[in-house]
């Protein structure tokens, strides 16, 4: 089960009720945390999180709502007793950044840290999943992001109960692809198993609608989507390389995505219920984030 908590579902400024930028997806004991705004780690403390859960940071680009955060998470997680590595993944520029940064104040280097600059494509894969990125259309280098877990096989109990085969080693085995014998006879993967998709989430945030946004949410069982503003403000969206929350849903239709949940919002709005109406009418499994919603995917 993949779980998804929205740390911060503002635009620009924090609000009374949202905080700027942040997603952690927590999925086979890693936390990968999308953009780090203003205030993020208290958002966890205020759900008595451990902000130690983190394990890798995916920044989408260097505006500050985006990324005020970072300094004293950072710090934070360096001042445990065991300090593990975090990857740091942004656009170009991310390195340079950093460094200014960490040279703005007595920044206690404890915490080892990998920072890595990425581009169009896959950046990072393990066994069970793989992080990709897509270039947005913003107005600095700015980057879309995809978790995309991996297929597995399940194994089929009914079968493998029918036969007799005990938990242990030979159903590891199967699980992994790998034909057995038992009881002096050949049992098939294929036979014994059967394949479960992976699941797909897709960030998308900060950017004018373009083609990447649409190739990078591609099938997506669940995409999150800036909603900056409702559709009467379309050109000012435009001007500032934004989406309107109808942009957000085309997105969805088009990409053949399951889910959409519209975050990201303007501090104009004291409700999202507009912005959810406008994009229910041109995609129906739509919904509006607030902070601390947790979607399981």
Same mark, same amino acid.
């Given at each position: 089960?993949?779980?998804?908590?929205?740390?911060?579902?503002?635009?620009?400024?924090?609000?009374?009720?949202?905080?700027?930028?942040?997603?952690?997806?927590?999925?086979?004991?890693?936390?990968?945390?999308?953009?780090?705004?203003?205030?993020?780690?208290? *958002?966890?403390?205020?759900?008595?999180?451990?902000?130690?859960?983190?394990?890798?940071?995916?920044?989408?680009?260097?505006?500050?709502?985006?990324?005020?955060?970072?300094?004293?998470?950072? *710090?934070?997680?360096?001042?445990?007793?065991?300090?593990?590595?975090?990857?740091?993944? %942004?656009?170009?520029?991310?390195?340079?950044?950093?460094?200014?940064?960490?040279?703005?104040?007595?920044?206690?280097?404890?915490?080892?840290?990998?920072?890595? #600059? +990425?581009?169009?494509?896959?950046?990072?894969?393990? /066994?069970?999943?793989?992080?990709?990125?897509?270039?947005?259309?913003?107005?600095?280098?700015?980057?879309?992001?995809?978790?995309? #877990?991996?297929?597995?096989?399940?194994?089929?109990?009914?079968?493998?109960?029918?036969?007799?085969?005990?938990? %242990?080693?030979?159903?590891?085995?199967?699980?992994?692809?790998?034909?057995?014998?038992?009881?002096?006879?050949?049992?098939?993967? /294929?036979?014994?198993?059967?394949? +479960?998709?992976?699941?797909?989430?897709?960030?998308?945030?900060?950017?004018?609608?373009?083609?990447?946004?649409?190739?990078?949410?591609?099938?997506?069982?669940?995409?999150?989507? /800036?909603?900056?503003?409702?559709?009467?403000?379309?050109?000012?969206?435009?001007?500032?390389?934004?989406?309107?929350?109808?942009?957000?849903?085309?997105?969805?239709?088009?990409?053949?995505?399951?889910?959409?949940?519209?975050?990201?919002?303007? *501090?104009?709005?004291?409700?999202? /219920?507009? +912005? *959810?109406?406008?994009?229910?009418?041109?995609?129906?499994?739509?919904?509006?984030?607030?902070?601390?919603?947790?979607?399981?995917?």
């Amino acid at each position: 089960m993949i779980e998804v908590l929205f740390l911060g579902t503002s635009c620009m400024k924090p609000t009374k009720e949202r905080n700027p930028a942040a997603v952690l997806i927590s999925y086979a004991g890693e936390g990968i945390l999308m953009d780090c705004g203003e205030g993020t780690q208290r *958002q966890f403390r205020a759900i008595d999180m451990k902000p130690t859960k983190v394990t890798k940071i995916l920044i989408t680009h260097w505006h500050g709502d985006h990324v005020l955060g970072l300094p004293g998470l950072l *710090q934070t997680i360096g001042s445990e007793d065991r300090p593990k590595t975090i990857e740091i993944y %942004g656009p170009r520029g991310t390195k340079k950044f950093f460094e200014n940064m960490a040279h703005s104040f007595y920044f206690d280097r404890v915490l080892d840290m990998k920072i890595v #600059e +990425v581009e169009n494509g896959r950046f990072f894969e393990n /066994e069970s999943f793989a992080l990709e990125a897509m270039e947005l259309e913003h107005n600095v280098p700015t980057l879309g992001y995809a978790f995309v #877990e991996k297929d597995r096989r399940r194994i089929s109990v009914p079968f493998v109960k029918k036969l007799g085969i005990p938990d %242990g080693p030979l159903l590891g085995k199967l699980q992994m692809g790998k034909d057995i014998e038992w009881k002096g006879k050949k049992v098939t993967a /294929e036979e014994a198993t059967s394949i +479960v998709k992976g699941k797909k989430i897709a960030y998308i945030t900060d950017t004018a609608i373009c083609k990447n946004c649409i190739t990078l949410a591609q099938d997506a069982d669940l995409l999150i989507s /800036e909603s900056v503003y409702e559709e009467g403000l379309h050109e000012k969206a435009s001007q500032y390389k934004h989406m309107t929350a109808v942009q957000a849903a085309s997105i969805a239709n088009t990409a053949n995505v399951k889910k959409l949940v519209l975050t990201h919002f303007s *501090q104009r709005y004291k409700t999202t /219920e507009k +912005v *959810q109406e406008e994009a229910k009418a041109h995609f129906s499994n739509v919904l509006c984030a607030y902070d601390f919603l947790k979607v399981k995917v």
